[in-house]
Protein backbone atom coordinates (compact mmCIF):
# COMPACT_ATOMS: atom_id res chain seq x y z
CA UNK A 1 0.00 0.00 0.00
CA UNK A 2 0.84 3.58 -0.89
CA UNK A 3 0.73 5.93 1.71
CA UNK A 4 -1.82 8.75 0.55
CA UNK A 5 -0.79 12.27 0.26
CA UNK A 6 -3.05 14.06 2.61
CA UNK A 7 -2.10 16.65 5.54
CA UNK A 8 -3.68 16.80 8.63
CA UNK A 9 -4.57 19.94 10.31
CA UNK A 10 -2.89 20.88 13.74
CA UNK A 11 -5.40 21.78 16.37
CA UNK A 12 -3.72 25.35 16.00
CA UNK A 13 -5.12 25.60 12.87
CA UNK A 14 -8.22 28.17 13.00
CA UNK A 15 -10.41 25.88 10.62
CA UNK A 16 -10.54 22.91 12.97
CA UNK A 17 -13.02 25.75 14.75
CA UNK A 18 -15.12 26.07 11.97
CA UNK A 19 -18.28 24.79 11.07
CA UNK A 20 -18.42 22.57 7.93
CA UNK A 21 -21.05 23.29 5.13
CA UNK A 22 -23.81 20.51 3.91
CA UNK A 23 -22.48 18.85 0.71
CA UNK A 24 -24.04 18.83 -2.53
CA UNK A 25 -24.39 15.69 -4.70
CA UNK A 26 -23.37 14.41 -6.77
CA UNK A 27 -19.74 14.49 -5.24
CA UNK A 28 -16.94 15.05 -7.24
CA UNK A 29 -14.08 12.62 -8.30
CA UNK A 30 -11.49 14.78 -5.93
CA UNK A 31 -14.26 14.39 -2.97
CA UNK A 32 -14.34 10.14 -3.62
CA UNK A 33 -10.57 10.12 -4.01
CA UNK A 34 -9.98 12.23 -0.14
CA UNK A 35 -12.34 9.50 0.86
CA UNK A 36 -10.20 6.98 -0.80
CA UNK A 37 -7.00 8.44 0.46
CA UNK A 38 -8.38 9.00 3.97
CA UNK A 39 -9.54 5.42 4.38
CA UNK A 40 -6.56 3.56 3.41
CA UNK A 41 -4.13 6.36 5.33
CA UNK A 42 -6.28 5.36 8.65
CA UNK A 43 -5.91 1.34 7.75
CA UNK A 44 -2.39 1.97 7.45
CA UNK A 45 -2.28 4.20 10.69
CA UNK A 46 -3.59 0.64 12.35
CA UNK A 47 -1.89 -1.59 10.40
CA UNK A 48 2.15 -2.36 12.73
CA UNK A 49 4.17 -2.46 9.68
CA UNK A 50 2.50 0.83 8.17
CA UNK A 51 2.97 2.82 11.12
CA UNK A 52 6.31 1.91 11.93
CA UNK A 53 7.34 2.45 8.68
CA UNK A 54 5.57 5.36 7.86
CA UNK A 55 5.65 6.48 11.58
CA UNK A 56 1.73 7.44 11.86
CA UNK A 57 -0.15 7.38 15.25
CA UNK A 58 -3.11 5.18 14.67
CA UNK A 59 -6.31 6.49 13.95
CA UNK A 60 -9.73 4.84 13.70
CA UNK A 61 -11.49 8.07 12.44
CA UNK A 62 -11.03 11.64 10.05
CA UNK A 63 -12.68 14.19 9.04
CA UNK A 64 -12.99 16.59 5.79
CA UNK A 65 -12.53 19.56 8.10
CA UNK A 66 -8.94 17.64 9.37
CA UNK A 67 -7.68 17.98 5.93
CA UNK A 68 -8.61 21.49 5.74
CA UNK A 69 -12.05 20.92 3.66
CA UNK A 70 -14.98 22.51 5.27
CA UNK A 71 -17.71 19.71 4.19
CA UNK A 72 -19.68 17.35 6.15
CA UNK A 73 -18.09 14.28 5.50
CA UNK A 74 -16.20 11.88 8.13
CA UNK A 75 -14.99 8.25 7.45
CA UNK A 76 -14.33 5.95 10.66
CA UNK A 77 -12.40 2.62 10.22
CA UNK A 78 -12.59 0.18 12.53
CA UNK A 79 -10.62 -3.20 12.95
CA UNK A 80 -12.61 -5.85 13.16
CA UNK A 81 -10.02 -8.89 13.15
CA UNK A 82 -5.98 -8.43 12.50
CA UNK A 83 -5.93 -5.95 9.04
CA UNK A 84 -9.69 -6.83 8.30
CA UNK A 85 -11.14 -3.65 8.66
CA UNK A 86 -14.99 -2.22 8.10
CA UNK A 87 -15.17 1.10 6.60
CA UNK A 88 -18.07 3.60 6.97
CA UNK A 89 -18.16 7.07 5.36
CA UNK A 90 -21.00 9.37 6.67
CA UNK A 91 -21.76 12.36 4.64
CA UNK A 92 -24.19 15.42 5.75
CA UNK A 93 -24.15 13.19 8.88
CA UNK A 94 -26.99 13.14 12.11
CA UNK A 95 -28.03 12.15 15.43
CA UNK A 96 -31.21 10.96 15.22
CA UNK A 97 -31.64 8.79 18.76
CA UNK A 98 -29.38 8.33 21.26
CA UNK A 99 -29.14 6.56 24.61
CA UNK A 100 -29.46 8.14 27.90
CA UNK A 101 -26.16 5.75 29.27
CA UNK A 102 -23.28 7.71 28.97
CA UNK A 103 -19.98 6.43 28.29
CA UNK A 104 -16.35 7.54 28.40
CA UNK A 105 -12.67 6.14 26.90
CA UNK A 106 -11.08 4.87 30.18
CA UNK A 107 -7.90 5.82 28.26
CA UNK A 108 -8.62 9.22 27.55
CA UNK A 109 -10.07 9.75 23.60
CA UNK A 110 -7.27 10.89 21.22
CA UNK A 111 -7.45 12.73 17.97
CA UNK A 112 -4.62 12.86 15.02
CA UNK A 113 -5.07 16.94 15.17
CA UNK A 114 -3.92 16.84 18.90
CA UNK A 115 0.02 16.24 19.08
CA UNK A 116 0.28 16.21 22.49
CA UNK A 117 -0.37 14.34 25.70
CA UNK A 118 -4.58 15.28 27.44
CA UNK A 119 -5.73 14.03 30.45
CA UNK A 120 -9.84 14.24 31.17
CA UNK A 121 -12.83 12.55 29.69
CA UNK A 122 -15.48 13.39 27.32
CA UNK A 123 -19.15 12.06 27.95
CA UNK A 124 -20.63 10.41 24.93
CA UNK A 125 -23.10 8.22 24.42
CA UNK A 126 -23.26 4.59 24.62
CA UNK A 127 -25.55 4.19 21.07
CA UNK A 128 -26.50 6.57 18.66
CA UNK A 129 -28.31 6.13 15.97
CA UNK A 130 -27.61 8.11 12.65
CA UNK A 131 -28.92 8.98 9.47
CA UNK A 132 -27.01 9.96 6.79
CA UNK A 133 -25.60 10.03 3.23
CA UNK A 134 -23.69 7.49 1.27
CA UNK A 135 -20.47 8.30 -1.36
CA UNK A 136 -23.38 7.73 -4.13
CA UNK A 137 -26.00 10.21 -2.23
CA UNK A 138 -28.00 7.55 -1.03
CA UNK A 139 -29.42 8.12 2.36
CA UNK A 140 -29.00 5.23 5.07
CA UNK A 141 -29.62 4.75 9.02
CA UNK A 142 -26.64 3.35 11.01
CA UNK A 143 -27.18 2.96 14.91
CA UNK A 144 -23.62 2.27 16.43
CA UNK A 145 -22.48 1.31 20.00
CA UNK A 146 -19.56 1.76 22.24
CA UNK A 147 -16.25 2.53 20.62
CA UNK A 148 -17.90 3.36 17.31
CA UNK A 149 -20.72 5.62 18.67
CA UNK A 150 -17.47 7.18 20.66
CA UNK A 151 -15.70 7.54 16.99
CA UNK A 152 -18.56 9.24 15.16
CA UNK A 153 -19.56 11.52 17.96
CA UNK A 154 -16.07 12.84 17.94
CA UNK A 155 -15.52 12.90 13.55
CA UNK A 156 -19.18 15.01 14.54
CA UNK A 157 -17.81 17.13 16.61
CA UNK A 158 -15.23 17.79 13.95
CA UNK A 159 -17.72 19.10 11.55
CA UNK A 160 -19.25 21.29 14.00
CA UNK A 161 -15.98 23.11 14.88
CA UNK A 162 -15.40 21.01 18.30
CA UNK A 163 -12.17 19.55 19.42
CA UNK A 164 -12.28 16.56 22.01
CA UNK A 165 -10.15 19.18 24.37
CA UNK A 166 -12.95 21.73 23.98
CA UNK A 167 -14.61 19.94 26.23
CA UNK A 168 -12.75 19.02 29.10
CA UNK A 169 -13.25 21.01 31.99
CA UNK A 170 -9.82 21.97 32.60
CA UNK A 171 -10.36 22.67 36.62
CA UNK A 172 -12.32 18.63 36.98
CA UNK A 173 -10.77 17.16 33.51
CA UNK A 174 -12.68 13.87 35.30
CA UNK A 175 -15.93 15.63 36.02
CA UNK A 176 -19.29 13.54 36.58
CA UNK A 177 -17.01 10.12 35.83
CA UNK A 178 -19.13 8.20 38.37
CA UNK A 179 -22.28 8.75 36.58
CA UNK A 180 -20.63 7.33 33.27
CA UNK A 181 -19.70 3.65 32.58
CA UNK A 182 -15.53 3.85 31.32
CA UNK A 183 -15.19 1.48 28.37
Avoid: W
Avoid at 60 to 74: A, C, D, E, N
Wanted: some cysteine; charged content about 30%; overall charge negative.
Amino acid sequence: MQLPPITILDEKDKRLHQISKEVVFPLSQEDKKNIKDMLTYLKMSQMDDYNEKYQLRAGMGLSYVQIGILKRIFVVVDEVEDNVFQDYVLINPKIISNSEELIYVGEGEGCLSINRPTEGIIPRYARITVEAYDVEGKKFTIRVREDLSVAFQHEMDHLNGILFTDKIDPKAPYKNQEKMREI
